[in-house]
């Protein structure tokens, strides 16, 4: 039905979002970029994010070299996302901007791996969730199910880092800058609300009115709005 991306650095509450949307809505699907990898490279037997994963098997994924890693992004992942975008149920994907690999105690920011554009193609909405550096640190801490860094210094850069490529996506195109939103994830119930307004308002025929307009900036038809339809008009001048 729809592929839905959420984006958000680590401690941003993307899983906790989906999960209390999931909680409404029993028909959606809910997967992120580690457990379709982790999924692809045998390291689990799924790629729903409900399954639980150990810090032995986030270490795997880890320790995957990166040219392995973008080989299959560029084909197993690609193949079995855009398989669940045209699936018969509504798909939240929870994912980075920016990935920060883990390295000891250290974390690299991959800023080179930049978002595809056919992977903005094929999401219905794009999605954001932010807060502020010292609640994302706060949530980190208290997540004893992951290593994770909590220096607001890092948090903040990495924040930047995924800002700067959301707004390289978002100038992509017209259409593309449409369906992006932000959302602030400081009140649990209210980002919850706010990401469900997102997804679940169909604005069906949006995609259909922007190549329509295309084809009327290059010349293809003329054009007239009759009560919000447009009425396409041939080389005779008759309307069809």
Known sequence: MGLYTIFGINGIGKDTVAEEIRKKR???EVTSLSRLL???????????????IDEE?????????QSTMRSIEDNEYRQLLEQLAKGDKDVIFLSHLITALRLGNNVEFLEDRK?????????????????????????????KTRRRCYEIDEIIKHQELCTKEW????????YTAKKM???????????????????????????????????????????????????????EGNER
């Open 26 to 28: 029993q028909n959606i």
């Open 115 to 143: 978002t595809p554009d056919w992977f903005v193609d094929i999401n219905d909405k794009l999605i954001q969730l932010v807060a502020p550096a010292p609640i994302v640190a706060e949530r980190r801490h208290k997540d």
């Open 38 to 52: 982790m999924f692809i490279l045998g390291i689990s037997k799924s790629y729903d994010v409900r399954e639980k």
């Open 57 to 65: 098997q986030y270490k795997k994924l880890e320790e995957t070299p």
């Open 181 to 235: 939103s932000v959302v602030e994830n400081i009140d649990l119930n209210q980002a919850v609300r706010e990401v469900e307004n997102i997804i679940f308002t169909r604005n069906k025929g949006n995609r259909a009115k922007f190549v329509q307009g295309l084809r009327v900036q290059i010349g293809c038809c003329d054009k007239k709005i009759n009560n919000g339809s447009i009425i396409e008009r041939g080389e």
């Open 167 to 174: 707004e390289r996506i978002k100038r992509k195109d017209y």
